[in-house]
């Protein structure tokens, strides 16, 4: 959108506030807005911002990193196509931002330049990335300094609709008005969780969309006197919110997906199995851009479909990639990959450039995923002898050996580059040394309204 229109679209609908938003290491989104007169001029220069909010954890502890100390600025410099009047605060308006050096080149710590940049070496190779995040979430409310699910709900239950219908229909409505496609709605296994998904848009827009799905959620359900938690195990006891990422290649045109062969026990294409080879090649690494969080580990276990073992396998819930079945009419179309261990406390530019990267890697080495890691079973169903026999391993167990695997995995951090590279393992390693050293009660507080 050019940017005398966005300043007038502004202007017309009375908005106040126009925030620039970004997502930091921490998986935090954080921002800044300009009064509408400024607009204009911001659009252009930006809005300044201290290198040093990279190094910051999601504690707002400032770490010490080279290049990111109390000098030096950035400038949030924002995608006037993610410009929208925010349905829930019509007085204010958000734009998403890439960190932009003063010298006008994009910096190395920018998470959505990262994504961007996967992009194009996947289009360079002749691939347009399609994604969807699937995002489950819970409705809570404050009981004195307690949050507690808003209900005791079933799974898909119609009573847990129905419970929780006005704030899902005000959810949906906010959605739309911003330009995201709603595909489905149900009350999901935990009491007070649900699932809303958005359909399937290019890379750089499906991350973009999760940023304003999470913004949207929270919102509105604190309109409606509830708190919305994205965090990856709220509750101990009930069941993990994952944000299982969907993907597929397209040719240029987005015309053909790239995925799919009718000639295959599987529907998959050789693309696709290499892109199954690389992103099982880079999994524990992987693990640790999309299960970022001491939370997510809690989340990640085995019998809960959140996906604990190194597999693949067709409509497998307990797998790590699972090839979601063909729907009747729709078989190109609807042909993708889902991969489970991800979730919410995941900065989505840098979880989806860290897949692409995965998978592009598995095109360029020709990796073909190892046929016994494919299993239509739950691997906890597998004696130890035979997943050892079939190389399925464990997925991470704690942040920790996340952070080891990926500080290993030169391929990811490569991808990265070191100035993003070096910064987030340092945020990780600072959760690491905090959480680890204090109890469930400690952690659960300072991650349930976080993201
Ligand atoms: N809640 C599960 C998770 O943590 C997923 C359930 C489902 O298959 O939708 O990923
Ligand atoms: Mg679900």
């Given at each position: 959108m050019d940017h005398a229109e966005v300043v007038r679209q502004a202007e017309e609908a009375g908005v106040q506030l126009v925030t620039f938003l970004y997502c930091d290491n921490g998986g935090i989104i954080r921002g800044k807005a300009t009064h509408v007169s400024g607009l204009e001029r911001r659009l252009d220069s930006g809005i300044g911002l201290t290198l040093a909010m990279q190094a910051m954890t999601d504690m707002d502890e400032l770490l010490v990193v080279e290049g990111m100390g109390p000098v030096g600025e950035v400038r949030l410099i924002p995608d006037t196509d993610t410009f929208t009047i925010l349905p829930y605060a019509p007085k204010r308006a958000l734009v998403l931002a890439d960190l932009i050096t003063v010298s006008r080149r994009p910096w190395e710590a920018c998470p959505r330049t990262f994504l961007k940049r996967m992009i194009a070496k996947a289009e360079s190779m002749g691939l347009t990335i399609q994604a969807a995040m699937e995002p489950e979430w819970y409705l809570a409310r404050k009981e004195g300094d307690e949050f507690v699910p808003c209900d005791t709900s079933l799974d898909n239950s119609s009573i847990g609709a129905a419970l929780a219908q006005d704030v899902v229909d005000d959810v949906v409505a906010a959605l739309e008005a911003q330009g995201l496609r709603v595909e489905q709605y149900y009350p999901e296994l935990g009491h007070g969780q649900h699932e809303l998904s958005i359909g399937h848009a290019e890379a750089l827009r499906a991350a973009d969309n999760h940023v304003v799905y999470r913004e949207t959620v929270r919102n509105v359900a604190w309109r409606h006197g509830m708190y919305a938690t994205l965090a990856p195990k709220p509750f101990p006891e009930q069941a993990g919110s994952g944000l299982h990422v969907h993907f597929s290649a397209w040719d240029e045109n987005g015309k053909s997906n790239l995925f799919f062969d009718p000639d295959d026990e599987q529907n998959l294409s050789a693309l696709a199995y290499r892109f199954i080879g690389g992103v099982m090649e880079h999994m524990p690494g992987l693990v640790a851009l999309t299960c970022p969080s001491m939370n997510s580990y809690r989340r990640l276990s085995p019998g809960s479909w959140s996906t604990a073992f190194t597999c693949y396998g067709p409509d497998n819930r307990e797998a790590a990639l699972r090839i979601p079945s063909l729907f009747w009419g729709s078989e190109m179309a609807s042909t993708n990959l889902e991969f489970?261990?991800?979730?919410?406390?995941?900065?989505?530019?840098?979880?989806?450039?860290?897949?692409?990267?995965?998978?592009?890697?598995?095109?360029?080495?020709?990796?073909?995923?190892?046929?016994?890691?494919?299993?239509?079973?739950?691997?906890?169903?597998?004696?130890?002898?035979?997943?050892?026999?079939?190389?399925?391993?464990?997925?991470?167990?704690?942040?920790?050996?996340?952070?080891?695997?990926?500080?290993?995995?030169?391929?990811?951090?490569?991808?990265?580059?070191?100035?993003?590279?070096?910064?987030?393992?340092?945020?990780?390693?600072?959760?690491?040394?905090?959480f680890s050293g204090r109890d469930t009660e400690f952690e659960i507080r300072n991650h349930f309204y976080k993201y």
């Open positions: 489970r261990p991800s979730d919410s406390s995941a900065n989505p530019y840098i979880a989806l450039g860290g897949l692409i990267a995965a998978g592009l890697d598995g095109v360029e080495r020709n990796l073909m995923p190892r046929k016994e890691q494919g299993i239509d079973v739950d691997p906890v169903r597998l004696t130890r002898e035979e997943l050892e026999s079939r190389g399925i391993r464990r997925l991470p167990e704690s942040l920790m050996d996340a952070v080891r695997a990926l500080e290993a995995d030169t391929t990811l951090t490569g991808a990265m580059g070191p100035v993003l590279a070096n910064s987030y393992l340092a945020i990780r390693r600072a959760d690491w040394d905090l």
